[in-house]
Nanobody, 122 residues
Framework: QVQLVESGGGSVQAGGSLRLSCAASGRTVVDYWTMGWFRQAPGKDREFVARISPNSGQTIYAASVKGRFTISRDNAKNTGYLQMNGLKPDDAAVYYC??????????????WGQGTQVTVSS
């Protein structure tokens, strides 16, 4: 079993930055898994934000965040990151990290964190 814990959420003004972290623990070696970030705003479906391959060789971003967000991971620390710059009110949501297979669907991922809230004021 793998446990994921996100941190780093908070409230910022539009144009600000936040860095989310996702700490993994448990029996599974995280090196084998794609790490993804998703977000869900009130009344909306959970949507894909970014993903990174196990060896950090590949990264994919949703069009809405490309150029503003950067996903990374440190397998030695069992931790992933999502650097968010140029935040917009539309980025406000609960952000979730996940481990799973290479894909941008929620069903591609097996393990999920509990989420961290990001609020962006205009």
């Amino acid at each position: 079993q793998v446990q994921l814990v996100e941190s780093g959420g908070g409230s910022v003004q539009a144009g600000g930055s936040l860095r989310l972290s996702c700490a993994a623990s448990g029996r599974t070696v995280v090196d084998y898994w794609t790490m993804g970030w998703f977000r869900q705003a009130p009344g909306k479906d959970r949507e894909f934000v970014a993903r990174i391959s196990p060896n950090s060789g590949q990264t994919i971003y949703a069009a809405s965040v490309k150029g503003r967000f950067t996903i990374s991971r440190d397998n030695a620390k069992n931790t992933g990151y999502l650097q968010m710059n140029g935040l917009k009110p539309d980025d406000a949501a609960v952000y979730y990290c996940a481990l799973g297979s290479w894909g941008d669907r929620s069903t591609d991922y097996t393990y999920w964190g509990q989420g961290t809230q990001v609020t962006v004021s205009s």
